[in-house]
């Protein structure tokens, strides 16, 4: 896409050598893990500069230190000069240093105007709304964020939620805004909105810390960058216009990046999965999906693309019988599972890996024999005549230790002690092992370290080639595109259109026109161009 | 900066010890539940102690005198058993639907209907007055289960249904039943206007150890009863439902995270209500052996005792498992047998208030790791 | 059977229930559950009751029952907030302990003597509106005035001023609050507190303005927990608080009244001529805190609003560390 590529110049070309934010030495643990060791950290006035590194290298953690949320362990913080000590949120904005969180901090009963409010001391003692939704609304005119003041947060879109996030902010005169992953909500042309306000706010005087472990976005927006691995700095404050991706990903992982996946020609056979013109309620009662009509075929993989919140979830939960639909049904292999108990679903081989590992993927308390017995309880060996044969659930348990090398003592220990790999590899094996016909993962590498991910990969592609038939939800477009053969975009509850994914490395119109299609525009009227080919 | 400035900056006062608090990351050793709940217990009767002593008793009489009163010799040992049988059961009934996370605070009341139940076989009558007291029995128990199945079928449905918190339903039900049994008593089964109902004949008694003096002259004066031993079979059986059945791990599985049960496929709607039930046949069942094997008549004090509220602390206590139950049944037995006598009357309950308040505030130490470390040491 | 009466008497007694009901509210709507209210108004009934006889002053009495109840709800803020232990059974845990606290502290108070109740006035002019002046205004105890006040106050400070909208979002959502510098775990120990301290309040109503003396356990009678009740009942709203309190207050006034006259609706009373037919009255209320449930949770589901989202769940900064 071309607004990714294009370069950025400063907004006055005048050299700002000034430090505005120096963090030494910064050290800080968690019981287990050593999440900042010896960090150092420059932000110079006037610039952005984006903080690189994947899942679990610490930024998150070193940029919650500087926005007072944590306190570390050892190592000092400068702010213009003068050494700080940040005890809570508010001692950091009043320093003038802000954050935008990646899961918004948001209040959702309330209106916008009262989450910009919270937490200050002005209102004094009654609240008069109307006369401070006049000054959030200026506010947002003047940087380009356009919202309703008196809206309720839960009646926003996901991209209006973090325009109020940076309006709280703004509000209070913080002069150095942390953005954290902030595009991981957005669509492509959503991004360039936020790109834009950026580039406002360094031209009123901001300067603005960019977290990501998406490449791309770092080299299109950032002045410098500052690249984490593993709680330490590869690489300090390097110039974004004097280096390559290549160069920063290696810094990034460590070692040379390999961007193409093992992946065969497919040989899809029949449609396992069938899904026609479906419609669906969210839990507030308002229409999720709105006429969804989709299908999968043995032995491939097909992605759905789509911006967190246009209907993914609720897609997933009518197909694995977690949801009632309205309309409209789902088969699986010729069957209807939708409107159905879930039991029905699973005796039909469906498997389910669900987006929340903890809510509702696992039971905490219970050992890990518990949880991989969850869908296979009901037969022989596992049970006879109601009774639970514990040896064999046991054995069982232990086989699927090895098989999906799961980390842990003994299959005994509670599962809420596992770590995040750990128990998607639990659940994993919970799903695979029964030898699915159709599998729905949704986000299933969320949270994960780059080694966990690619064991997620691989199993997903040896379901792939074992004929099985896979509907992967992702918000990553790049892992969408290296393992599907054919991918779906959804946009508010509708199929925008359908793309085959011929290319084993996904080439600019293709994600142009998956961007185009995430963000509204349906398939049909996208003009042809190039390489993009579709059904 | 040095290290030693930002402590400085931390700490402005200067203790010569810093308390270190972290998540544990891994289970704790397996001896370390029991000792905790030991450690809190010593901890409530220490406290309990200084209360009775502010109070105007003398805390260590006090509690010798538990001791003595309940474990003394075999006659008293026999009394703590029978104070234990009803607490026994209500700990099971309140532990299998504390397990599904349904706050059942009603195992009074369904202990209570249970009774009520069970005399309602021998009053109305439903049987004839010579029949045998072996059929008599099964069908008091059966009875007594029944009623205690209807008393936790309705907060279930409730909860099950329309949402209604079980905690406030069964509670007022407990007031329901204590009404709806004062009336029968009252107004239909009066004894001579006293305020119980007639005696039971004795083939409706539950069989005592005493009943055996003759041939065995130790048992002579024993009031331990045939409900004991239900109530140890009742333990067992429930031990084996929730550890070794399909019912049991479904119960487990919804108690620990719903969602997923649902979407193993389980029904959460059918189970809470079958639980319920089971929880309310179980404290029925404990109020019918109170009636068949202890008091012998209809008569609400003995009966509406609290020995649903004691049930839930035990339960907690044992940490729901059904085989500690038995042995903290007992402990508790023996508290309440000896508290009759202790002054201020209200002395036994305070304490099963505090040791509830210790144990729940001693499970932090079970998720969270406590350090306290010395500042000096630290440079 | 006098209706004017009844509904005097209920605003009475429903002022008891009102002072626990709006602390409720607040302890709630900060996110903590807090179901030990019965053993707080019990300790608040005692020790209004037992310092009042001590020392002839009727307002240290209320002064000592609001203070030691809200100490007693401290206990539970202390194991739930900072312990972060499960809400409901602490709850329980703290009415096992107040109620045991108050017998133990309170052995003997029914025979120490009798104590003057609270001052009762009317209102000059309002008690002159027709209908309305009799019930609100005519010789109330100087409590049920304060309840009057209380109420709309509550309101008000919950939806119009900002330190109810800190406390509203420490109920909903205590994460933005905390990141926003407002501090969670200190604001849910105050409405804990100014929980406790009107359950304690409710108590002190009790002995020392609406059924004088010490009953022991008797005393709240199921109170505490029909209050808990209401606050669902009231969807969290004081306003529909006060409906529900006044509503009920008058129901059990009317339940003893019932069973006074030979004739009711033209017909023998059979609660005159079968006194034993009085139990089933007794069941009433009880029963119809059950009605009342269904009722608001029906609402709460009709209409996906409800608890604040908090409730329940312990705020645990952060995903590790303390």
Redesign the interface.
């Known amino acids: 896409m071309n607004t990714l590529e294009r370069k950025t110049t400063n907004s006055s070309g005048t050299e700002k050598a000034t430090l505005f934010v120096e963090m030494r030495g910064i050290v800080k643990s968690?019981?287990?893990v050593l999440a900042n060791d010896q960090v150092d950290f420059e932000l110079r006035g006037g610039e952005i500069h984006a903080l690189l590194g994947e899942n679990g290298a610490g930024k998150s953690t070193l940029m919650?230190i500087l926005a007072g949320?944590?306190?570390q362990d050892?190592g000092?913080i400068k702010v213009k000069g003068n050494?700080v000590?940040f005890s809570?949120?508010?001692d950091a904005?009043r320093a003038g240093i802000g954050?935008v969180?990646q899961h918004?901090?948001?209040?959702?009963?309330?209106t916008v105007t009262?989450?910009v409010?919270?937490?200050?001391d002005d209102?004094?003692?009654?609240?008069r709304l109307p006369d401070f939704d006049s000054k959030v609304a200026d506010l947002g005119e003047r940087f380009g964020l356009k919202v309703d003041p008196r809206a309720k947060i839960w009646q926003l879109s996901v991209g209006e939620q973090q325009r109020v996030e940076i309006i709280?902010m703004l509000y209070r005169g913080t002069d150095v805004l942390i953005m954290d992953e902030p595009t991981a909500v957005l669509a492509p042309q959503e991004i360039e909105g936020l790109f834009m306000t950026l580039r406002a706010m360094i031209a009123g005087g901001k300067s603005v810390i960019f977290i990501s472990h998406k490449l791309q976005e770092v080299t299109a927006i950032a002045d410098r960058v500052t690249v984490l691995r593993r709680g330490k700095v590869m690489a300090a404050g390097l110039t974004t216009a004097g280096v390559t991706r290549q160069e920063l990903a290696c810094q990034m992982v460590g070692r040379e990046v390999i961007f193409q996946l093992d992946k065969k020609p497919g040989k899809p056979g029949e449609i396992v999965l069938d899904v026609n013109d479906l419609h669906a309620e969210n839990?507030?009662?308002l229409p999720a999906l709105r006429g969804v009509s989709l299908n999968v075929r043995s032995g491939e993989i097909v992605g759905l693309a789509g911006v967190a919140g246009n209907g993914q979830r609720e897609l997933s939960q009518v197909i694995?019988?977690?949801r009632k639909c309205t309309q409209g049904h789902v088969l699986l292999n010729g069957d209807l599972v939708s409107n159905c108990?879930?039991?029905?679903g699973?005796q039909h081989g469906m498997a389910?890996v669900?987006e929340d590992r903890t809510?509702?993927?696992?039971?905490?308390?219970?050992s890990v024999t518990?949880n991989v017995?969850?869908?296979k309880?009901?037969q022989a060996p596992i049970?006879k005549h109601?009774?639970?044969d514990?040896t064999s659930a046991t054995k069982f348990a232990n086989e699927l230790k090895q098989a999906y090398d799961i980390i842990v003592?003994n299959v005994a220990?509670?599962v809420r002690?596992l770590s995040g790999g750990n128990l998607q590899r639990v659940i994993l094996a919970r799903e695979i092992s029964g030898q699915p016909a159709f599998m729905v993962a949704v986000q299933p590498t969320r949270g994960l370290d780059v080694g966990a991910i690619e064991g997620v990969h691989r199993l997903l592609l040896t379901q792939r080639e074992a004929g099985a038939a896979v509907l992967l939800i992702s918000e990553e477009l790049e892992e969408l595109l290296s393992l599907s053969d054919r991918v779906y975009v959804i946009y508010e509850g509708k199929i925008m259109g359908e793309i085959k994914v011929e290319v084993e490395e996904p080439d600019q119109s293709l994600i142009e026109t998956v961007g185009l299609m995430m963000t509204g525009t349906p398939l049909d009227q996208i003009p042809k161009e190039g390489a993009a080919a579709h059904v | 900066m040095s290290e030693s400035s930002i402590s400085a900056l931390k700490s402005k006062r200067r203790l010569p010890f810093r308390i270190h608090i972290e998540p544990r990351l891994s289970a704790p050793p397996a001896w370390y539940p029991a000792a905790v709940s030991l450690g809190a217990i010593v901890a409530a009767l220490f406290l309990g102690g200084v209360l009775i002593a502010y109070a105007g008793g003398d805390p260590i009489r006090s509690y010798l005198h538990i001791a003595k009163a309940s474990f003394g010799n075999i006659g008293v040992i026999s009394d703590t058993i029978v104070k234990a049988t009803p607490i026994l059961l209500t700990s099971l009934a309140c532990s299998v639907a504390f397990r599904m996370k349904l706050w059942n605070i009603g195992a009074e009341g369904q202990f209570i209907m249970g009774a009520f139940g069970a005399s309602a076989v021998v009053l109305t009558p439903m049987l004839a007055p010579e029949t045998s007291r072996w059929l008599f029995i099964p069908a008091m128990m059966l009875a007594g289960m029944a009623a205690g199945a209807v008393w936790g079928w309705i907060p279930g449905v409730l909860k099950a249904r329309f949402n209604v918190n079980e905690i406030i339903s069964t509670l007022m039900l407990n007031y329901i039943a204590v009404a709806w049994v004062n009336f029968w008593i009252f107004a239909v089964w009066t004894e001579g206007g006293f305020q119980m109902s007639p005696k039971f004949s004795q083939n409706t008694w539950l069989p005592r150890l005493l009943d055996y003096a003759k041939a065995i002259p130790v048992f002579r004066g024993l009031t331990t009863h045939l409900g004991l031993l239900i109530g140890i079979l009742a333990a067992v059986i429930l031990w084996l439902v929730i550890y070794r059945s399909r019912w049991g791990y479904e119960i487990r599985l919804i108690g620990d995270n719903p969602r997923a049960a649902q979407y193993a496929g389980i029904n959460i709607t059918r189970n809470t209500i079958l639980v319920m039930m089971l929880s309310g046949a179980l404290a029925g069942l404990g109020g019918m052996s109170e009636v068949s094997g202890v008091v012998h008549r209809l008569q609400t004090s003995p009966i509406a005792a609290g020995y649903g509220f004691t049930g839930i602390i035990v339960a907690w206590l044992a940490k729901l498992h059904p085989i500690v139950i038995i042995v903290v049944s007992i402990l508790f037995g023996a508290l309440i047998l000896a508290g009759r006598e202790i002054q201020p009357s209200g002395v036994p309950k305070m304490i099963q208030g505090i040791i509830l308040v210790c144990l729940i505030a001693s499970d932090f130490l079970m998720r969270y790791r406590v350090q306290i470390i010395r500042t000096d040491a630290e440079g | 059977m006098d209706f004017i009466v009844i509904l005097h008497a209920g605003v009475a007694s429903g002022t008891v229930l009102l002072f626990a009901t709006l602390g409720e509210i607040f302890a709630e709507r900060s996110g903590v559950l807090n179901l030990g209210v019965e053993g707080m108004m019990l300790i608040g009934a005692m020790s209004a009751y037992s310092v009042t006889i001590a020392t002839g002053n009727l307002w240290l009495g209320v002064l000592t029952a609001i203070l030691l109840a809200g100490l007693l709800s401290q206990v539970h803020a202390f194991i739930t907030i900072t312990l972060q232990a499960d809400q409901v059974v602490s709850g329980l845990a703290l009415t096992f302990l107040g109620v045991g606290i108050s017998l133990v502290l309170g052995e003997g108070l029914s025979k120490a003597g009798t104590v003057s109740l609270m001052p009762s006035f009317s209102i000059p002019l309002l008690s002159q509106i027709p209908l309305l002046g009799p019930i609100f205004f005519k010789e109330q105890s100087v409590l049920v005035y304060v309840g009057y006040m209380l109420t709309p106050l509550a309101w008000f400070f919950i939806n119009r001023t900002r330190p109810g909208m800190h406390l509203r979002a420490v109920g909903e959502y205590p994460a933005a609050a905390d990141a926003l510098g407002i501090n969670v775990y200190r604001l849910r120990y105050l409405y804990v507190f100014m929980g406790g301290m009107l359950a304690g309040l409710g108590g002190a109503t009790i002995s020392l303005a609406i059924s004088p003396g010490w009953f022991s356990e008797m005393t709240t009678g199921g109170q505490g927990w029909i209050a808990v009740g209401l606050v669902i009942f009231a969807q969290w709203n004081p306003l529909r608080a006060a409906v529900g309190s006044y509503a009920f207050g008058a129901l059990r006034r009317l339940i003893l009244d019932i069973q006074g006259p030979t004739m009711l609706l033209g017909l023998r009373n059979p609660f005159y001529y079968n006194p034993y037919w009085g139990f089933f009255l007794q069941m009433i209320p009880y029963a119809f805190t059950i009605i009342v449930l269904i009722i608001g949770s029906r609402e709460a589901m009709r209409k996906r609003l409800g608890a604040p989202a908090a409730l329940g769940t312990p705020y645990i900064r952060g995903e590790r560390g303390l």
């Open positions: 968690f019981p287990g919650n949320l944590y306190r050892s000092i050494p000590y809570s949120p508010r904005i954050m969180h918004f901090m948001l209040v959702p009963s309330q009262e989450n409010l919270l937490g200050l209102p004094r003692f009654l609240l709280k839990d507030k009662g694995s019988g977690l108990n879930t039991l029905f699973i389910y669900p809510h509702v993927g696992t039971a905490p308390n219970l518990d017995i969850m869908k309880y009901r049970s109601g009774l639970l514990m003592p220990t509670p002690l």
